[in-house]
Nanobody, 121 residues
Framework: QVQLVESGGGLVQPGGSLRLSCVAS????????MGWYRQAPGLQRDLVAT???????NYADSVKGRFTISRDNAKNTVNLHMNSLNAEDTAVYYC???????????????WGQGTQVTVSS
């Protein structure tokens, strides 16, 4: 069973930066995609960014140009560099792991426990 361990959340002032990391363990093969989703109170869990094993990326429109996702296939690690943060970025951020394209397309896969990101002065 895949386990995802996230780190890097916290409190940051508007305009600041944070870096989230997620390490996947328990998988004997390279996942099709890894990435990040987020969920603010009272709202659904939405895409932030994903990256496939081939390096193809997909970003939510709201984070394009501010967030950068990267991945280390050898270490099954995915990182999210977040710049120019604002209050609307406040949410619990969840690491995501899709073993196959089918899982990725259906948004079905494994999820981390979540890490809180709060943007406030």
């Amino acid at each position: 069973q895949v386990q995802l361990v996230e780190s890097g959340g916290g409190l940051v002032q508007p305009g600041g930066s944070l870096r989230l990391s997620c390490v996947a363990s328990g998988s004997s093969f390279r996942p099709y995609a890894m990435g990040w989703y987020r969920q603010a109170p009272g709202l659904q869990r939405d895409l932030v960014a994903t990256i496939t094993s081939g390096g193809s990326t997909n970003y939510a429109d709201s984070v394009k140009g501010r967030f950068t996702i990267s991945r280390d296939n050898a270490k099954n690690t995915v990182n999210l560099h977040m710049n120019s943060l604002n209050a609307e970025d406040t949410a619990v951020y969840y690491c995501y792991f899709a073993a196959t394209y089918s899982e990725y397309a259906a948004r079905f896969g494994s999820w981390g426990q979540g890490t809180q990101v709060t943007v406030s002065s």
